[in-house]
């Protein structure tokens, strides 16, 4: 948390620039839902820079056919450059310190909760939404810090990686989120998924919550919702469990589910 002295305005914890073709796009849809209201507290602050505001034709021209032959087009490295500078300096105006440029492509790291804590920590970032085929490697080389993915699968662009990163970042910082223990107890926080969540009515289209959750007992719910925890990962995501030391509780916790799941 930064901290604050009285009188003062409040320091925004984070920093993003995002370079892209649609700032319109990123701008709209951050104004909703979390990152809408932790934005209008001044909770973390947002830039947009278009590279074709960098382009000296009168067509604006960002792309190019690739060397080599091929399909698509290529975005170019010069604009783009000129685009990340004066991400940059924007948010090094605004005060940040060393600024990471992150490159949302389909090639990078996956992302994951580790990683957004990391990231949210840094304080200030510049995104680069890329479009098309992508990005001259040239400029890729010199001038990306990291390059991360949402995961095995192509998107038409940058924008809706970098917004999903955006909502991952914003909802960790102090402030943000009505219930900071919505956030603590979230899938991922402690390398498994999440339990099962339930609210009224107690019964519904045939189920009903199940009467731990009725009972009123605090430690019988606690070892419930780890064990339905432990369970549902091991039954969707089992590489989340490999090579994790579980407790003397969460392994009889484990065998449990286990047990009562498995056919007779």
């Known amino acids: 948390m930064n901290p604050q002295s009285p009188g003062l305005p409040r320091l925004p914890q ?3 620039a995002v370079v892209t073709l649609f700032p319109e796009l990123i701008d ?3 104004r909703y839902g979390i990152t809408g209201r932790a934005l209008e507290a001044a909770i973390w602050k947002l830039w947009c820079v278009n590279p074709r505001d960098f382009v000296a034709d009168n067509y604006r021209t960002i792309d190019d056919r690739p060397y080599g032959g091929g399909p698509g087009m290529v975005m170019l ?3 783009l450059e000129r685009a990340l500078d004066a991400a940059l300096e924007r948010v090094k105006a605004d005060g940040a310190g060393r600024t990471r440029v992150v490159y949302l492509s389909p090639q990078g790291e996956r992302l994951t909760h580790p990683k957004v804590l990391e990231l949210k920590d840094e304080g200030s970032l510049v ?3 890329g479009r098309y085929e992508g990005i001259d490697e040239r400029l890729l080389s010199r001038r990306v810090d990291l390059e991360l993915s949402l995961g095995d699968y192509v998107v038409s662009g940058g924008e809706f990686p970098a917004l ?6 914003v909802r960790q910082l102090d402030g943000a989120t009505n219930d900071p223990g919505s956030v603590r107890e979230e899938s991922f926080v402690d390398g498994l998924l999440d339990c099962p969540h339930y609210t009224r009515p107690e019964a519904y289209d045939g189920g009903t919550v199940p009467p731990v ?4 007992n605090h430690e019988l719910i606690r070892r419930w919702r780890l064990k339905q925890s432990l369970g549902r990962t091991w039954l969707r995501r089992p ?3 490999e090579g994790r030391s579980l407790s003397d509780e969460e392994a ?3 065998q449990e589910f286990k047990a009562e799941t498995s056919p007779d």
């Open 14 to 16: 984070l920093r993003v």
């Open 77 to 79: 490295a010069e604009p």
């Open 127 to 129: 995104l680069l939404a």
């Open 28 to 30: 709209a849809a951050v």
């Open 164 to 169: 999903v990163l955006i909502d991952a970042l």
């Open 239 to 241: 590489d989340l469990l």
């Open 252 to 254: 009889r916790l484990l």
């Open 213 to 216: 959750l009725l009972s009123g």
